[in-house]
C-alpha cells in the first residue's frame, strides 16, 4: 500500500491528495506538504538534483512502510523529483490519509524527514551570479529532525 | 562486485561505476574505503574524510562496519540532501 514515485516530470499535488480519498468515506484528515526550490534570496539560479536509481524508490518506500507500521494510515503518496529545477519548482511531495489529523500530520513529518536524511538524493545549487556550482551541504538540524522518531519509539 | 558513486564522491573518483576485485584482507566497507583510497590522487580526494562517507550494499544503507562478502553493489556518496 502507498505509492511512491522518482520522476523527472512535474506532479499536480492537488490531484495526487484526491487520488489517495477517491471513493473512501473513512478518511478523515489528508495532509499534503509540497517543498519547493527557494531562490535563496536572488542567489539561487536552479537546483541539480542527483539520485540513485533504484534506491531512491526502495528506500522512499522503506519509509513509507515505516510510517505506517506506526500510525493506521488510510493512503501514503510520496513522489520525489530529480533533474534540473528552477525556483519555484516542486522538489517533493508527501500525501498522507489518516482517519484522524494526529496520525496524518505526523506521519507526514516523519516521512518528510526521513526522505531528506535516508533518501539517496544530493542536491546542487547552480548560482545566479554564474559562479560555481555547489553540491548542497547536509544539515545537522536535518539529522536532529529525523533522529526525534527514533528516540520515542522505533515503528 | 560492482561500485557505484554518487555526488561529490563520484566527481572526485572521475567515474560513475567500475568493477572491484579487492583482495582478501578488506573485509568490512570502511576497509574497503581504506583500500579505495589508496588507488589515486581522485580517490584520495574522495575519501580523505571517510566518517562523512555514506555507503550502501545492494542498494541498502549500511554502516562502515557492513561486511562486503556477497555484495553485488556497493555504492559510496556524501550524506544526503534531497526533500
Known sequence: MGTVRVQAEDFDAAAEARLIAAGRVDVGALVTFVGLCRDEGGRLAALEIEHYPGMAEAEIARVVASAQARWPLLGVTAIHRFGALAPGAQIVLVAVAAAHRGDAFAAAEMLMDYLKTQAPFWKRARRADGGLEEWVEAKSSDDAMAARWRSSGSP | ?83
Open chain 2, 1 to 83: 562486485m560492482k561500485a557505484v558513486y554518487f555526488a561529490w564522491v563520484r566527481e572526485r573518483v572521475g567515474k560513475n561505476e567500475e568493477a572491484l576485485e579487492p583482495p582478501a584482507e578488506v573485509v568490512t566497507v570502511g576497509d574497503l574505503i581504506a583500500w579505495l583510497s589508496r588507488r589515486g590522487e581522485g580517490y584520495a580526494h574522495a575519501f580523505e574524510r571517510p566518517r562523512v562517507i555514506r555507503a550502501a550494499i545492494d542498494r541498502a544503507h549500511v554502516g562502515h562496519d557492513a561486511r562486503i562478502a556477497g555484495a553485488r553493489e556497493i555504492a559510496f556518496f556524501p550524506p544526503m540532501t534531497g526533500g
